[in-house]
């Protein structure tokens, strides 16, 4: 995916030392919020309109491009990926039942 893939370009070239510590999540920060904006912005939509079987296959296509998103040293710099990926699994679970319901 394309936002993934900025946040992997925002990373600087570091020879010397960790490319997941703080200094690094500053530099790709905009570009980790923008996924987390374009990853959650369907799930309101979904579940607004109740179409239950779209959101089931965007959630399962979305969830693979979420877990690519990088994992920082510290642990409060992974919040939008952990929320973007707990989301999903929300809607997931949530269109599973109400599609059979």
Known sequence: HKLVKAIYKAVPNSRFGSQRDDYCYARCASAVA????????????????KQ???????????????????????????????GVIEALQELVSAARIRRHA
């Open 34 to 49: 923008a996924a987390k904006t374009a990853l959650l912005k369907p799930v309101t939509q979904y579940k607004a309109c």
């Open 52 to 82: 239950w079987d779209v959101a089931l296959a965007y959630a399962e296509g979305a969830l693979p491009i979420a877990r690519e998103m990088p994992q920082w040293d510290h642990e409060n710099n992974n919040s939008a990926r952990n």
